[in-house]
């Protein structure tokens, strides 16, 4: 199973956990008990707003990509909810005629008072779910649940994988394009790579100007060389796309990449604004191995503790480049180029 899918399988778990909840709330309060009629009700709620946001509709993503937080909520839960209600009438008018009832008696029942309130209490229903998963896509994949289950409220040390993510001659391209459309461009840029990041279970931490900052916990990154997956995935992305680029832009976007890992502090800080933050030489170390990538002509380079981790793996070829001193470290950092076959 792909770690996109398995992504999709549990928040569509999570979704339906939440809207059996909702389901047995509105039980309590309409009818003053409970029984197996909640979770009849709320749970295929969940599966049939998960199945149409997660499966069904996230290649639609990009016509939402200029329009408002508030745009994209109300759109949403209201198109949401009237797919399911009209599913739900077409079925109720399909087994009410099977079993002989009369028309205007199914349309009676259909438009009365609790069926208007239950179609209201599933606007509302949908609407929290959309405006949570647009908060956690604000946020960033999984941000928002630490910040729920309050993961780093207290500093922690934990080892991550780095990527340093940084776009080519990117002052020479803002000189030509000009700032807003050098912004269009970065955009574009950084919508492609989500597809990336998403396959390879990767987490954005940073966007610095034209650079990207990705990481991973050490396990998720090292399975099937993940935290070089991404890399060589989005080159192809926009190799692919590389006549659309110089089409629309006049320009071929290429990326140079730097990859390290070791411990780190996380934590959460902040009071007005409130962000999780990683802090330690890692970051640093990272940052000036991605810089000798145009010391040495290369498009990806790795720490040698990095690449003693990494299993051997048939679609990458391997070059060690020598000891490097990088700037501000004393001891000399063993560096690797890496290139995809």
């Known amino acids: ?56 509709f996230p290649k639609a993503e990009k016509w939402f990509r200029y329009w408002s937080f508030t745009g994209i909520l109300v759109f949403k839960a209201l198109l949401y909810t009237a797919v399911i209600t009209f599913v739900v009438i077409i ?41 949570l998963l647009q908060v956690n896509r604000l946020l960033g994949e999984g941000v928002l649940w630490k910040f729920v289950l309050g993961k780093y409220h207290q500093p922690r040390e934990e080892a991550r994988i780095f990527m340093f993510l940084d776009m080519n001659s990117s002052t020479t391209i803002a000189e030509r394009l000009g700032h807003v459309r050098f912004y269009a461009l970065l955009n574009e840029l950084f919508h492609e790579i989500s597809m990336p990041v998403r396959q390879t279970k990767a987490e954005i931490y940073q966007y610095v100007g034209d650079e990207v900052v990705l990481t991973w916990e050490v396990k998720d990154g090292l399975e099937n060389s993940n935290c070089l997956k991404t890399f060589f995935m ?25 990859l390290h890992f070791g411990k780190v502090i996380a934590a959460q800080i902040g009071d007005l604004k409130r962000e999780i933050v990683y802090n330690g030489d890692v970051l640093n170390t990272t940052a000036r191995i991605r810089s000798e990538c145009n010391t040495f002509k290369k498009d990806c380079l790795v720490s040698g503790m990095l690449k003693s981790r990494l299993q051997e793996n048939k679609d990458f070829n391997w070059e060690r480049i020598d000891m490097v001193g990088l700037r501000g470290k004393e001891a000399e950092v063993e560096i690797y180029s890496v290139s995809s076959n």
Not at 98 to 120: H, M
């Open 1 to 56: 199973m792909s770690s996109n899918l398995s992504r999709k399988l549990k928040t569509l778990a999570l979704i339906c956990l939440f809207t059996s909840f909702c389901g047995v709330i509105y039980q309590l309060i309409d009818e003053e008990r409970l029984n197996i009629n909640s979770v009849v009700v709320g749970l295929p709620l969940g599966l049939a707003f998960g199945i149409l946001e997660l499966f069904l």
């Open 91 to 131: 079925l109720m008018l399909f087994a009410g005629l099977s079993e002989g009832r009369q028309l205007n008696e199914l349309w009676t029942a259909l438009v009365s008072p609790g069926q208007l309130i239950l179609i209201g209490f599933t606007l509302c229903v949908y609407a929290l779910l959309v405006f």
């Open 234 to 258: 989005f080159r192809d992305i926009l190799i692919k796309k590389r006549d659309d680029y110089l089409k629309k832009f006049g320009v071929v976007p290429e990326f140079k990449a730097g």
